[in-house]
């Protein structure tokens, strides 16, 4: 075979390769529907994203989210517990359809996943003893500040300090949320960099430590993660979401856990 017709073929081939992949991952949703069934990763250590009830039994915003979908999908839900460091590696691995796990949206993980429009935000605060005792990123110079690893609070914070060139943070980096919240709620550390809700979760374990909202970081959108080339599902969800903001029910379920809607940046 001369060197013409061998790349023709290697062009052929690897067109056909591709060509499988992307009929394969389209057809998610169509799996989806012709099993009944739709797998959900949901992390029930984050509340009050997810959590167990006095009864043991699942609840929470995402939970609530992912019952609606499979009721709106016509399907059964199956729910996959999962944590904030293996939610990306449970969906690559097919493991799960869709991740709903107070998921935030950033560059670094839309090179390895997709995600679905903004359905809420996640204020990310510094959350220390005292009201104003610490006001800016330059006021963690020569601290010790708690955070759950590889979390979008690690990143924010991560990234606040280098940018305003903050010296000396000693940033201790826990397992997981719930990890973090012992440490913080237990007296181990006295400043944490979290979410709202691991915040406020913190805030009303300890009240004796007095801990208060200091400065907020930043405001992530959250999204629905799901597997690259997968077109189909992705309008799916994403037309879902858009609907479900415009007819209320995505707020009825974050203002039933928070107290509070939802901002108004997800909602044009």
């Known amino acids: 075979m001369n060197v013409r017709k061998l790349a023709a073929c290697m062009l052929l081939g690897a067109t056909f390769v591709m060509n499988a992949s992307a009929a394969l991952a389209a057809d ?38 992912a019952k609606l979908i499979a009721s709106d999908l016509g399907v059964k839900l199956q729910v996959l517990s999962v944590n904030g460091p293996n939610r990306i590696p449970f969906l690559l691995t ?17 090179k ?12 990310i605060l510094i959350l220390a003893p005292g009201k104003d005792s610490i006001k800016t990123p330059a006021d ?3 601290k010790s500040v708690a955070v759950a690893r590889g979390n979008t609070a690690d990143l924010d914070l991560t990234n606040v300090i280098k940018e305003k060139d903050v010296k000396d943070v000693q940033i201790v980096r826990y397992l997981d949320e719930a990890t973090a919240r012992t440490a913080v709620s237990s007296g181990q550390q006295s400043i944490f960099a979290a979410s709202l809700a691991d915040a406020i979760a913190v805030k009303q374990a300890s009240p004796n430590q007095h801990f208060e909202l200091q400065f907020r970081m930043s405001e992530d959108p959250l999204g629905i993660g799901l597997r690259q080339d997968d077109p189909q599902l992705l309008a799916w969800l994403n037309d879902w979401v858009g609907k479900n903001l415009k007819n209320g029910k995505l707020n009825d379920i974050y203002i039933k856990y928070f107290g509070v809607p939802l901002s108004k940046t997800v909602m044009n």
Do not use: C, W
């Not at 390895?112 to 204020?123: G, H, L, Q």
């Open 94 to 110: 097919n493991k799960a359809d869709i991740v709903i796990a107070s998921f935030s949206i950033t560059d670094d993980r839309k």
């Open 28 to 65: 998610t949703l169509k799996a989806i529907k012709d099993r009944g069934t739709i797998v959900v990763a949901i992390d029930f250590t984050h509340p009050p994203y997810g959590m167990l009830d006095t009864k043991a039994e699942q609840t929470g915003t995402d939970f609530d989210i």
């Open 112 to 123: 390895v996943i997709s995600f679905t429009r903004p359905y809420a935000t996640e204020p």
């Open 140 to 142: 963690l110079a020569g």
